[in-house]
């Protein structure tokens, strides 16, 4: 039985990803290494809450035993001994993610699964840094954590049935749609689909054909998507997607897997969207999206 999960890394999937543990009842600690962003992330999630409660979501009483039960720590020793199951959504480089998988196999109780919410590293790159690879898959949320739907959970060649069944039985607790990939593939579903969107999107712009501006409102106005391939880039950050395409081309060579050249200048420049207050589009104090005057101008 799950009644407390770990959550590593305290940035912006793994602090919503232990409010929605908290939220549906589990005593949750999220580790962190850096312990500077706790208190400012702590009063984002209560701000978050607030809002629920203001909208009638959510009632008060359960907004303050959901933060009761979330706790921000940088003992792993401690949290680790005690969960039932871990989340990793750590940053997005793999030799962090193996010792991290290492570290917590030696803490974690024999029961405990370890599962991790990236983006691109499959079961099998993280399963031999354990002596549990059947306890090893993804469950890979969607940004914001706390409001979307969907969790894939992808199995590893060695991911056993029950480790499968257990992930999925959790997924729904938290409230989430689990999407079972009985096969590991990086990427997964959905973010196949979109990078094949924002590809395309990128070839347009890097030809000269059309603006960020006119391809983000084509997506948006002929496609019905809630925002457009660039929108969603500086959402994200864009070294995000940079360092994943960066991972796979390492590991196939195969230039159609290498981040785009203009990707690759704005990462370089520290430009990563949103977060950084510049990415394709510039953002106001306030978030304004604002086109770039040294982009194509937005139509
Ligand atoms: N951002 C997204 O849209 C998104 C969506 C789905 C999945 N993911 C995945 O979630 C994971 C985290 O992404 P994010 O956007 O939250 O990144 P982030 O940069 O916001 O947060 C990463 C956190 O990990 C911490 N960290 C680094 N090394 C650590 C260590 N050794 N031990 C503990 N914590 C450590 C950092 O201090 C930071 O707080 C990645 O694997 C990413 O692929 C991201």
Redo the contacts with the bound molecule.
Sequence with gaps: MISTILV???????SQIGMVCALAGYTTAV????AS?FGETTRDLRNRLDRRVSNGSVNAPDRDSALARLSFTTDLDTAAASADFVIE????RLP??R??FAAIDKLAPAHTILA??????VPSQLADATTRPDRVCNM????PALVMKCVEVVRGPQTSDDTIATTVALTERLGKTPVVLDKEIPGFIANRILNAVRDEAIFLFENDIASVGAIDTACRTALGYPMGPFELMDL??ID?GYY?KQARYTESGDLKDAPSGSVTALVERGELGRKSGIGWYAYDADGTKKPRPDFRGES
Excluded: C, P, Q, W
């Design positions: 590593i890394g305290a940035g912006a999937m793994g580790y962190d290494v850096d962003r959504a750590a940053t997005e962090i993610k010792y991290l991790t919410n990236s983006s691109g590293f890979h949320f969607f940004n994200t950050g995000i994943t």
